[in-house]
């Protein structure tokens, strides 16, 4: 399968970098030839120094004709004007990045319609709405739904004072229904068995129905985590406005500090009992005059990851329970965690996971990314004639980077065992390490 991707910024580097180790043939384009230096370089991809959204370039023989475009410049409207040359040209899915909020909210059905626009992109929105589903979830470093909601995935850090520190998984009673999934310690995953133990500084994945693992997150992991009731947000940018806005619509007390006055006042006009601080993050004075010792969470969305960093251990410093950081920079993500970043968030990396699982399409319907793209929470349909459809999962033969997690049908979840039988039009929800991806979808794919 051949994909463009229109635009070798951050985003398009993450993108091309991701797709071209699942072995697709990745062609990158774009008008600045700085900016194809570096993957030329350190990317087993195409390069094309052209402007991505010219009827020229589209008649390229290496674009022409590809399966799919991905358009992820600086310009939305770049992004859309590549998009309907693309098919014009004879490809078949486009996908475009697409940074106005006003898009995305009142036009994005008209945009799907007129522009021929397969999927959406827009990284802010996806990380504002990743950090909301973690803060409304004690204890949490992650969450993420599947199946329509039917099953979640939760991760957390075990702590020296849990209960389950230097446990053995089968001496842990666990509330039926949850499956604890996968652990990862020392930058190594760990599918756990019985004998295994959770040790200190874990990131341990746990697994199943939704009230279950809101009951377990609360009650056995953190006995001392509390529902979110004050956040201040360092950032008044399309992340920051769209975060507050949702977390103000469940009633959490909101504090936005950012230095530019027109981005405060447009974030005023938007909260209905949050307030937007026109000032600067890293004055200590102003940060302990609204109140950062008693905030339940402290965000850092500033566009610089060391102001970022700097501002989260400050704010843990002063007081705030968790920190949670937005970093640009994928590698920087390990760096944060160990220093005493609560969550950090990698944005390009929560974008470049849609676009995977579009990407892969056959049955995949959504594709998570964890600890920095070494492991994946896939949630696939079983297609019939499947090498792992209709056997008990026993004598599936699945590799053993993988696990199977769950699975839903007729719209009940299920956590398997060795006897459970997968049957076609299942939606089955597993982790896997991210090299052994591709290997292991075809398990789940019907004969093409």
Known sequence: MRIVVVGAGKLGYSIAELLSKEAFDVVLV????????????????????????????????????????????????????????????????????????????????????????????????????????????????????????????????????????????????????????????????????????????????FIGIPEQIEKFSQNFIQRDARRIRRVMIIGAGRAGRALARMLDAQGVEVKVIDRLHERCQKMAEQLRRGIAICGDGTDIDLLLEEGVAEADAFVCLTEDDKLNLMLALLAKHLGADKTVVRVARNEYVDLMEKVGVDVVLSARLLSASEVLAFARRGGVVSVSLLEGAKAEAVEVIMQEGAPAAGKPLMQAKLPRECLVCAYVRDGAAVIPNGESVLLPGDRVILFVQTQFAKKVMRCFKGKE
């Open 30 to 205: 774009d008008q600045d030839a700085a900016q194809l230096e570096g993957p030329k370089n350190t990317l087993d991809v195409l390069t094309i120094h052209a402007n991505g959204a010219s009827p020229i370039t589209m008649n390229e023989p290496d674009i022409r004709g590809a399966d799919i475009l991905i358009a992820v410049t600086a310009s939305d409207e770049v992004n859309m004007v590549a998009c309907i040359l693309a098919k014009k040209h004879g490809i078949a899915h486009t996908i475009a990045r697409i940074r106005d909020m006003q898009f995305m909210g009142e036009a994005k059905e008209y945009l799907k319609e007129n522009f021929d626009i397969d999927l959406m992109l827009n990284p802010e929105l996806i990380t504002a709405a990743e950090i909301n589903r973690i803060l409304m979830t004690p204890a949490a470093l992650n969450v993420e739904d599947f199946a329509h909601g039917k099953v979640r995935l939760f991760e957390t850090r075990v702590r020296r004072s849990s209960p389950f520190a230097r446990q053995q998984l089968r001496d842990i009673e666990l509330p039926p229904g949850v499956l604890a999934g996968m652990i990862f310690r020392d930058h190594r995953m760990i599918i756990p068995h019985g004998d295994d133990y959770l040790l200190p500084h874990d990131n341990a994945y």
